[in-house]
């Protein structure tokens, strides 16, 4: 039998186009169950729950919320807080337990990347600690792709969509003189390539970047030099895409060789960025041409204008289904998706441990890599099925119409 | 009685999402007028008259010239290149000659900004001189939308709607954390302020910068960090909005005071770019914030993806009227656009003298202007008409299929 309580909905993390489509998916679906006596949004997630800041959901007008669908970022707020285990301090922890006893959340749904499922997971299992009934489920969240255990993130098809298209978008723009430029792409990534790899959708269609450079092969700058003068004499042009996250041999980022105090977040990841300027004045020293560095920045994860509707709709899908997960008795896992080995594109909705998916990174496999500054064709299998579709987006005045709520919070 | 010969057809200047929409314009009106016995494009625009690279447009698909509707940049490839006076050179001038009468041609169509304007005037000029007969009608575009005498320019309004619509985006993306961050969007722009202030359609609705500087004002850096100070203090974010061309007081681009020695174009035109990241460092210091410098960079003018209906539809029209004005024996004209007074937004054509366009730029209005930081309500007025509408791209494979002409060239 089903717990009877609150549902708590948070989300956490880097922003995406599709994290809303999420809180669509968890809010509609959640509205229509019987045992969910409420259903509440945290403020800027776990620390929404340290506040005891809870939206009520009830309260939104249910236009409002299908709109989430085509609304980018996080609708809630989100946030980068790290827990510390509680074995060590489990002040945040009690804190979690009292707020949850007081609203008697009996649903906790997190959305987020790997930093989020190891929230998840610690909270899950001192919650189980102290014998308190809680069914917990990780949605997925990340435009990097990097998720363990799932055959892909939603956010990543979108965040892919853009990049191939504005790739495609470049290089007819920076070929227009015939020859004598050179085009320098940064495109995010910490230490996986999916999001850098997607511009070879554009090169696939004989409009991307000549050379790719993923933070999966080591990277050296001479020969990072070389190879571009090799494709300029040839072609008079060369368009190049990097991920922000390409290191040398020994593991440096190289856009520490630019930035030698590189600052930290909370997660202790160094903050990037700036890559694309360094290796572009570089280049345009050696090739003595006009050199643009161009970075996709936020664009790259907020372009909801241009979000693959395969995308969204198993971003929602992905949050239905951890309501009904939830509701079934499940918890402790991350919905994950399963690519189905059909003929054409079908997946179906999988259960991960928290546990296995906690701060582990999904790097590009081999076999989607040629040699160390491109991208094979065995990729274009994996990647076009999820920038597929064109998520429909209304218009007012000639821009998009974004969910706007009310965000009215639950009395303390 | 119309001159029987051929239509050459150029592209000029830098690229906007709508150049093509008027190529498509002119080859699909040219193609269907008896006086016309043949349709040319110049390869890389007045280049490749002088070095007599024209393309056979007969020979491309007509499915493919439909597409350039929705292709960004010049399918022709662009050119910057200055004509000489011919008073002082007529070496260029006897070559166009030369090359118009080799292969009868009686009606030339430029496309561009007032610096194809100026070529066209000229060329007209000296054709007139050796009594060559020779309709020449200017085709205007310009994403900076400076252009004298039209109510506004082809390839203004996507870029627009894109810079609109994207800094909503990053409006959610940039806030969701709550507060503790400063975003610096750095928009095209090089004297006028019309692609900057298009960032004020988001801000309209809640969702755009604070701030926003063009260059019709002069920009103090200290009063800068000062007034971002001020709403910092207030919301605890802050969105800025500059145009890349902003200068002080005394007329210096803010971009030299980081770049001394700022290279030129063949215009004379000071290169620009990086006052983003300039000033972004320097808000950072004086925040103490997570602060990002993001450039619009190319994007700006080729998102063809999201390219504004009334824009496109307006470009192809324009490539229309200049042939149907060629034909009825206009000449020496660049085809403007009037808005009529009426009940909703609707235009005509109109014919401006090219002499009067030529090398000169239209500012934004006082009346659009708030004080030396804002844009006015005024402005939507005039701006929302431009944006309005989406216009239909093809997808295959989740990416546009943009048009792939084969560019046959005419044999010499």
Not at 276 to 282: K, T
Request: hydrophobic share 40%; charged share 20%.
């Amino acid at each position: 039998m089903s717990l009877v309580g609150a549902l708590l909905f948070g989300q956490s993390g880097g922003p995406s186009s599709v994290i809303n489509a999420s809180a669509c998916g968890v809010f509609e679906t959640a509205s229509n169950i019987e045992c969910i006596t409420a259903v509440y949004g945290a403020s800027h997630g776990i620390k929404g729950i340290l506040n005891e800041q809870l939206y009520d959901i009830s309260k939104e007008d249910s236009q409002e919320i299908a709109l989430l669908r085509n609304t980018p970022s996080s609708a809630l707020g989100s946030v980068r807080y790290k827990l510390k285990n509680y074995q060590q301090d489990s002040t945040d922890y009690e804190k979690i337990l009292q707020v949850f006893t007081k609203y008697n959340i009996r649903y906790f749904l997190y959305n987020g990347g790997n930093d989020s499922m190891d929230t998840c997971n610690k909270i899950s299992k001192f919650l189980a600690e102290r014998n308190y009934a809680c069914q917990i489920i990780g949605v997925p969240k990340t435009i990097d792709n990097d998720l363990f255990g799932t055959d892909h993130c939603p956010g990543y098809g979108s965040a892919a969509k853009y990049i191939a298209t504005t790739c495609m978008e470049i290089a007819l723009d920076a070929k227009v003189y015939g020859s004598g430029t050179a085009t320098v792409i940064e495109i995010m990534g910490r230490n996986a390539g999916w999001l850098t790899a997607a511009s070879y959708v554009a090169s696939s269609v004989g409009l991307g970047p000549d050379l790719i450079y993923l933070p999966e092969r080591a990277f050296d700058v001479e020969k990072f030099l070389i190879d571009c003068e090799k494709v300029y004499a040839q072609k008079g042009n060369v368009i190049v895409a990097i991920s922000e996250g390409i290191k040398d041999k020994d593991g440096v980022y190289i856009t520490e060789y630019a930035t030698k105090n590189a600052s930290k977040d909370s997660f202790n990841h160094v903050q990037l960025g700036g890559v694309g300027n360094y290796l572009g004045a570089l280049l345009k020293v050696r090739l003595n041409a006009k050199t643009r560095p161009i970075e996709f920045s936020l664009m790259q994860r907020c372009a909801a204008h241009i979000a693959s509707k395969t995308d969204v709709d198993e971003a929602y899908g992905a949050g239905k289904e951890a309501v009904i997960s939830a509701i079934e008795g499940k918890t402790d896992i991350m919905i994950g998706i399963k690519r189905l080995n059909k003929e054409g594109y079908s997946t179906k909705f999988i259960d991960i441990p928290l546990v296995d998916v906690a701060n582990y990174e999904k790097k590009m496999p081999d076999a989607y890599i040629c040699g160390d500054n491109y991208v094979s064709p065995a990729f274009l299998d994996y990647v076009l099925p999820l920038i597929e579709g064109q998520n429909p987006v209304l218009y007012i005045n000639g821009v998009p119409r974004f969910a706007n709520l009310k965000k009215i919070l639950v009395k303390k």
